[in-house]
């Protein structure tokens, strides 16, 4: 059985990451969706709401999981015996940021990485570009599946009533 790892911060998870991930599932036996901790970028959902939210989009996926990780994405992936990693590319500097950690993941572990481009109607698409947009009252309803712009519309109205007061 082949199995690969999509990661990601997935702070929200987008329409974009569930192109990657619906595709990746069709090529790998089973696919691990894993969200972890990146200390360089700030959170508007903690960890246990990110496994939530993906776990609920991904409900319709029979071959993929849910999981957290922390530490290095290598080390879990030979930890649940994931012989690859899937990331899906935007553009030019989606590449250029994870080529190189493409290759010291090989590196150090023997890890493949594979690259999915993103589908053209979701390329701008961001996780922080959402919640910018939103944060400014902007609608990101069709770059987010449903029952993740309500939590994102509720987080956002709560965080802009604490600074109200």
């Known amino acids: 059985m082949t199995r690969a790892v999509c990661p990601g911060s997935f702070d929200p998870v987008t329409n974009g ?3 990657i991930v619906r595709r990746a599932a069709a090529i790998f036996d089973e696919l691990v969706v894993a969200t972890g ?3 360089s970028k700030s959170r508007l959902f903690e960890p246990d709401e990110r496994l939530a939210m993906l776990r609920e989009v991904c409900a319709d996926l029979p071959n993929v999981t849910v999981m957290g990780f922390t530490g290095l994405i290598v080390d879990f992936c030979r930890e649940i015996d994931a012989p690859a990693i899937v990331k899906g590319l935007r553009g030019g500097n989606d590449y250029e940021y994870e080529l190189p950690m493409a290759q010291m993941n090989q590196h150090l ?3 493949e990485t594979v690259f999915l481009p993103t589908h053209a109607s979701w390329g701008y698409v961001s ?3 959402v919640k910018e947009v939103a944060s400014l009252g902007g609608d990101v309803s069709s770059l987010v599946p449903p029952a993740v712009h309500a939590r994102l519309v509720a987080r956002l109205a709560a ?3 604490d600074e109200v007061r």
């Open 17 to 19: 990451h569930l192109d």
């Open 37 to 39: 901790t990146n200390p």
């Open 109 to 111: 572990t023997g890890v």
């Open 127 to 129: 996780s922080s570009l």
């Open 159 to 161: 965080r802009a009533g």
